[in-house]
């Protein structure tokens, strides 16, 4: 089925430490996933993506990891500043049968405390 | 950098009426898309748009929904006979390639429909 949840739906940091977001994903057959930021009054911003033949990749900042075996992502945020406090969201595509649609996790609130 | 740009920002209607929701794409993508976020919950799916026609939709996506792309430029929402439920922040994104490409959604920053 359709299942794209996260474990935590708050986090709170301090300034400076990194932050880890996880996602965990049901369908086997996802393919591609992305990491969205949505702030308050916003839509989802694109922030990085990873596809299924790839277990790590990096951005500015960020770290996406991909454990395909026990179907977990992660979001790893270094050195967090308060302007990265938003929702984050985990989305996947399912890839296999031609669907284009990609389906969104909860989200986790991100909170940088100064 | 380009961005998605949706138009009005915020839409009041009456149970009934018709509304058109407005976007404008990233100009060099060729896919369009509609999702809805009801307040706290999830972002849902609702259609997928690529060569002037819909190439997929959700449940959610009825009759009382349609799509359409007049111009060159703008990608339209239209929903025929508003209900109560239909409240919530419309979002259109659009990307350069299919996702099962790997080709990842821009979004704009949504209308936020309300239905009285």
């Known amino acids: 089925g359709e299942s794209v949840g996260l474990h935590l739906p708050t986090l709170s940091v301090q300034e400076g430490d990194n932050s880890i977001i996880n996602c965990a994903y049901s369908n086997s057959a996802s393919d591609y996933f992305i990491w969205y930021k949505q702030e308050s009054g916003k839509g989802p911003q694109f922030i990085i993506d990873i596809r299924s033949n790839m277990d790590k990749r990096q951005g500015q900042r960020v770290t996406v990891l991909l454990n395909k075996t026990v179907k977990h992502l992660s979001l790893q945020i270094a050195a967090t500043q308060p302007g990265d406090s938003a929702v984050y969201f985990c989305a996947e595509n399912f890839g296999q049968g031609g669907s284009e649609k990609l389906v969104f996790g909860k989200g986790t609130k991100l909170t940088v405390n100064p | 950098e380009p961005e998605v740009t949706q138009t009005p920002s915020h839409q009041v209607t009456q149970m009934g009426q018709e509304v058109i929701l407005r976007c404008v794409p990233i100009s060099n993508h060729l896919y369009f898309y509609w999702y809805r976020q009801i307040l706290g919950q999830k972002v849902e799916f609702l259609v997928s748009?690529?060569?002037?026609?819909?190439?997929?939709k959700s449940e959610i996506f009825d009759d009382q929904f349609s799509v359409e792309r007049p111009d060159g430029s703008n990608f339209t929402l239209k929903i025929r006979s508003t209900k109560l439920e239909d409240s919530a922040m419309y979002f259109c994104?659009?990307?350069?390639?299919?996702?099962?490409?790997?080709?990842?959604?821009?979004f704009g920053n949504g209308t936020r429909l309300t239905v009285t």
């Open positions: 994104a659009s990307s350069e390639n299919a996702v099962l490409n790997n080709s990842p959604l821009h």
């Open positions: 748009f690529y060569n002037n026609e819909i190439s997929e």
